[in-house]
C-alpha cells in the first residue's frame, strides 16, 4: 500500500491482496481524518461484496471474480460506520453490477482520492424512520 497526503487530498494506492475498507480504515485514522469524502477508485477489485438496501435490510451479494471498478465513492464520518460506501464494477461481459460496498480486496491494484474535510463535520445518527445511520451535516 502507498499513501501520499498533500494538504487536505490523501492519494492511496492499494496493492494486489489489500482488503479495501480496513486499508482505507487504517489511512483514515493515521491521518485523523474526521470526516472527508471518497472522491474516486480505480482499479479493480476481487471478491467485491455489495448490496441493495430493501427499505429492510441489506441484500449482500459476493462477486469472486476480478472486476474493473466503474465507480467508487462516499462519504467519511467521525463515529460508526466510517464509511458510506457505493462501487459498481464489470465482469469480462462488460456487465456491470454494484451497490453499497461491503468488502473485497484489491486485485490488482486500487487507486482511490480521498478529500478530508477541515472545518465540516459529518456524523452518522440513527434515523427512526429509515433505521439507518444517516450523515449529518455540522
Request: hydrophobic residues 40%; aromatic residues 8%.
Amino acid at each position: 500500500m502507498q499513501v501520499k497526503r498533500e494538504g487536505n487530498r490523501i492519494f492511496v494506492k492499494l496493492e494486489k491482496g489489500d482488503d479495501v475498507l480496513g486499508s482505507l480504515e487504517k489511512i483514515v485514522k493515521e491521518n485523523e481524518v474526521k470526516s472527508g469524502e471518497i472522491l474516486w477508485g480505480v482499479g479493480m477489485i476481487k471478491g467485491l461484496t455489495v448490496g441493495y438496501f430493501n427499505g429492510k435490510e441489506y441484500e449482500k451479494e459476493t462477486f469472486n471474480d476480478n472486476l474493473e471498478v466503474v465507480s467508487f465513492h462516499g462519504s467519511i464520518a467521525e463515529n460508526e460506520p466510517i464509511f458510506h460506501i457505493h462501487s459498481s464494477c464489470a465482469g469480462k461481459t462488460h456487465a456491470v453490477v454494484g451497490g453499497h460496498l461491503f468488502g473485497g480486496v484489491a486485485d490488482p491494484l486500487l487507486e482511490v482520492s480521498i478529500s478530508v474535510f477541515e472545518s465540516i463535520r459529518a456524523e452518522r445518527k440513527v434515523n427512526p424512520a429509515s433505521g439507518l445511520k444517516e450523515i449529518s451535516i455540522h
